[in-house]
């Protein structure tokens, strides 16, 4: 899931609003694309098998991109913190390539993969979309800011434990000892890592909506 971060640029230089722009209109579109995929599948009885045929290529694109959030952290485009981002981000992507790609068998035959990716998306599709607004200058972001700050209560659970059970589904299937001692230790990291960020989101929600 998406930890909360600040994503206004420190200066207001206009090549870097415009290129914040195009980026996170580029990823909301993505975000936005896999969540009407999702819906629109589950809603016509579609299987976890035809989520995965249609959206897995959509979905690592979409979180391939978004490690250039680690950069824009690190060289102060935004103001999100390094650690955090990081840690979003490493864990993200080593699910859609480690696991996701890499064990399609386990990954496109459980319901995880879509519940992990509504999750996902929803998330994605509003926090982008808040950034954008703020970025265009708009300061009437009411509804916005509270969903951006509210609906990780229930999302994140949701995409967390489906992350850590189809990671640990794909130890199953792997025929390499190696790979399997890291992927329980990555899971091991789940409930302190969980939980830290869990706190992380709760304070700058608290911080945030105090200021409304």
Same mark, same amino acid.
């Given at each position: 899931?998406?930890?909360?971060?600040?994503? /206004?640029?420190?200066?207001?230089? %206009?090549?870097?609003?415009?290129? *914040?722009? =195009?980026?996170?209109? $580029?990823? &909301?579109?993505?975000?936005?694309?896999?969540?009407?995929?999702?819906?629109?599948?589950?809603?016509?009885?579609?299987?976890?098998?035809?989520?995965? /045929?249609?959206?897995?290529?959509? %979905?690592?694109?979409?979180?391939? *991109?978004? =490690?250039?959030?680690? $950069?824009? &952290?690190?060289?102060?485009?935004?103001?999100?913190?390094?650690?955090?981002?990081?840690?979003?981000?490493?864990?993200?992507?080593?699910?859609?390539?480690?696991?996701?790609?890499?064990?399609?068998?386990?990954?496109?035959?459980?319901? =995880?993969?879509?519940?992990?990716?509504?999750?996902?998306?929803?998330?994605?599709?509003?926090?982008?979309?808040?950034?954008?607004?703020?970025?265009?200058?708009?300061?009437?972001?009411?509804?916005?800011?509270?969903?951006?700050?509210?609906?990780?209560?229930?999302?994140?659970?949701?995409?967390?434990?489906?992350?850590?059970?189809?990671?640990?589904?794909?130890?199953?299937?792997?025929?390499?000892?190696?790979?399997?001692?890291?992927?329980?230790?990555?899971?091991?990291?789940?409930?302190?890592?969980?939980?830290?960020?869990?706190?992380?989101?709760?304070?700058?929600?608290?911080?945030?909506?105090?200021?409304?």
């Amino acid at each position: 899931m998406s930890a909360p971060n600040r994503s /206004k640029p420190k200066g207001h230089s %206009t090549v870097t609003q415009t290129y *914040l722009l =195009a980026y996170n209109a $580029l990823c &909301a579109t993505l975000w936005l694309r896999v969540l009407s995929g999702v819906i629109s599948t589950l809603v016509s009885s579609g299987t976890s098998s035809d989520i995965y /045929k249609s959206l897995e290529p959509w %979905t690592r694109f979409a979180q391939t *991109l978004a =490690a250039a959030e680690v $950069l824009h &952290a690190a060289f102060g485009i935004t103001r999100s913190p390094v650690f955090t981002t990081f840690t979003q981000s490493f864990a993200r992507t080593v699910q859609v390539w480690a696991v996701n790609y890499a064990f399609a068998e386990t990954t496109s035959s459980s319901y =995880a993969y879509p519940a992990m990716i509504l999750a996902w998306s929803t998330a994605d599709v509003i926090r982008y979309t808040y950034f954008i607004v703020i970025l265009a200058g708009q300061s009437n972001v009411g509804l916005l800011r509270w969903l951006r700050y509210s609906l990780f209560v229930v999302l994140y659970p949701v995409g967390i434990s489906s992350e850590w059970w189809l990671m640990y589904k794909s130890i199953s299937i792997t025929n390499s000892n190696a790979l399997a001692a890291l992927y329980y230790f990555f899971l091991a990291l789940y409930g302190p890592g969980s939980i830290m960020m869990y706190k992380y989101m709760l304070k700058q929600r608290r911080k945030v909506l105090a200021r409304v």
